[in-house]
């Protein structure tokens, strides 16, 4: 492959990372971001690491993508302990977030919203993990590697999306005071029904499909890493609305709750 070529597929993991930071940052602007440059910080610690913990992963992949683009291959490996230590603790303080939202909507007195609620950030959390995963495994092979990161990133940004749209389409730009706590975990109220997050977390998808137009592009075929990430993300995405409502599932999340409850 001519170098030419070879650098700007380069550049589009670079750009791609560019991209989901921004989406991350702007997404949280209103609730998060915004309110701490006014000095009010987040008040429910779990959910301000949560926060710093998830945007800190854009960063990394920005780092990562530009280590790669360099061509300093030799230090974009020594910095994956840190990948999977920031992965790690990602994980550990997502699953407390997702018992927090639990027990904050049982004490409103909208326990079964918020046990069905709560599938919504674990099933991320899955995939993420999974493709974070999937990419250690194939740390050997690059053409699989990066595409599994850039698919682990993808599938955490329903959050902020959904925050956008709540934000500007919602509230119009209007987005409340917030009393005790900023964010969305400060609205009153039980959490929205599984199935009217679905299409934020479909739109967060669509970094996938972008790699995939890219690689059909440039290679003349979608690599299968995208065709396994997407599938599987989508399939997730679609079986958890019929799992929030089962008996199982509520189980799984009362028991959750139980253990920090």
Request: glycine fraction near 8%; aromatic fraction near 10%.
């Amino acid at each position: 492959m001519p170098p030419s070529a070879e650098a700007r597929r380069s550049r589009f993991y670079l750009w791609t990372a560019l991209a989901m930071a921004a989406t991350a940052f702007l997404g949280f602007a209103p609730t998060f971001w915004v309110p701490l440059s006014q000095g009010v910080p987040e008040h429910i610690v779990v959910i301000a690491i949560h926060a710093l913990l998830f945007f800190g992963w854009t960063l990394f992949v920005i780092l990562q993508s530009w280590l790669a683009v360099s061509g300093s291959v030799a230090r974009h490996r020594e910095m994956g302990l840190i990948g999977v230590s920031l992965a790690t603790a990602m994980t550990i303080f997502g699953i407390l977030t997702a018992i927090n939202s639990g027990l904050r909507a049982t004490a409103a007195g909208h326990a079964q919203a918020g046990e069905a609620f709560m599938v919504v950030p674990l099933a991320a959390l899955l995939c993420f993990a999974g493709f974070v995963i999937a990419a250690l495994v194939n740390l050997r092979r690059p053409e699989w590697h990066k595409r599994f990161m850039i698919a682990a990133t993808a599938v955490i940004l329903d959050a902020a999306i959904a925050r956008l749209f709540i934000a500007y389409i919602v509230m119009g730009g209007h987005v409340p005071p917030f009393q005790g706590n900023v964010g969305i975990a400060g609205l009153p109220g039980p959490p929205p029904p599984v199935i009217a997050v679905l299409p934020p977390a479909l739109l967060s998808l669509l970094f996938i499909v972008a790699g995939m137009v890219h690689d059909r592009r440039n290679r003349g075929a979608v690599h299968p890493a995208y065709w396994w990430a997407g599938g599987t993300a989508v399939a997730v995405q679609l079986l958890k609305i019929p799992l929030s409502d089962t008996a199982l599932w509520h189980g799984v999340a009362r028991w959750l709750m139980s253990l920090v409850g």
